[in-house]
């Protein structure tokens, strides 16, 4: 009979679940602790439930995703693109930027570990994380939004008074993610002020105009949504907005540098 409350401690292990799903497979009847077929079983459905938040908490996608359904209510079309467009869009978009990162994961530690060379669940997955976390370290540099880690890290009880002592590897992953979220939040909704400005503005030339007309009856989204339709194509909208968006994960040559030397600058 199996003891699910040992089972469930063996999962006591949150950034590393590779060691965690090991450990349960050794309790698992006839486990022997490695990658059987069962374990793989239940590696692959913790993958599937884990691939949504992975989606939205390690990548630019809560960035993209916020700031076009921003473009969307600017524009004044509550509906218009659909919402599957736009998390379409955001998704394509994030695979354009995490790829160079993602293979880099592929490469330094899923493919060592298949193919036989690191026999070590530890290491496989501190070498996979890596240049996750130097992904999401390099976008906080770039925004300067080091608050939020220094947020997380007192939470924690981690001492803080002299940022210059601490380093990368001070900052834990479970630390490091809330951190990169509320960054990429603060980003998204300076890039979408930005965006929504000049479609303030149309909203408010029409509204002025019609209430100098005496048209007060008449509703301003119905003047407004075709004159910003019409400038979002003549400016090539789309087009505009999406390298916007590409360059703002751009990282400049400082921050690489600086997570290139192995240093770990918080501050």
């Not at 496989?124 to 999401?136: D, G, H, I, Q, V």
């Not at 008449?218 to 590409?246: Q, Y």
């Amino acid at each position: 009979m199996i003891n699910w409350s040992t089972l469930l401690s063996a999962t006591g292990m949150p950034e590393n679940p590779i060691a965690a799903l090991e450990q349960a497979g050794a309790l698992l009847p006839a486990g022997d602790g490695s990658l059987g077929s069962t374990v793989n079983i239940l590696l692959l459905f913790t993958v599937l439930a884990l691939v949504p938040s992975i989606l939205v908490l390690c990548t630019c996608f809560t960035r993209f995703i916020v700031v076009l359904a921003l473009l969307r209510q600017a524009l004044g079309s509550p509906i218009i693109p659909p919402t599957q467009i736009l998390i379409g869009l955001s998704l394509l978009l994030s695979v354009v930027v995490m790829g160079p990162t993602i293979e880099q994961m592929y490469e330094d530690g899923i493919k060592p570990m298949i193919d036989g060379d690191i026999t070590s669940s530890e290491v496989a997955w501190e070498k996979t994380r890596a240049p996750l976390r130097s992904f999401m370290f390099a976008q906080i540099e770039s925004a300067d939004n080091w608050s939020t880690v220094y947020m997380m890290l007192n939470y924690r009880g981690v001492d803080t008074s002299n940022p210059a002592d601490l380093t990368r590897e001070d900052v834990d992953t479970l630390s490091l993610l809330p951190a990169y979220v509320l960054s990429e939040l603060k980003i998204a909704f300076v890039i979408g002020f930005r965006v929504y400005l000049p479609f303030l503005v149309i909203d408010l030339l029409v509204s002025g105009l019609l209430v100098s007309m005496g048209m007060l009856m008449l509703p301003p989204v119905l003047i407004s949504l075709p004159l910003k339709i019409l400038m979002f194509v003549l400016v090539d909208g789309w087009a505009l907005v999406a390298g916007n968006l590409l360059q703002s994960v751009s990282v400049s040559e400082q921050v690489v540098l600086i997570y290139n030397s192995g240093i770990g600058w918080l501050t």
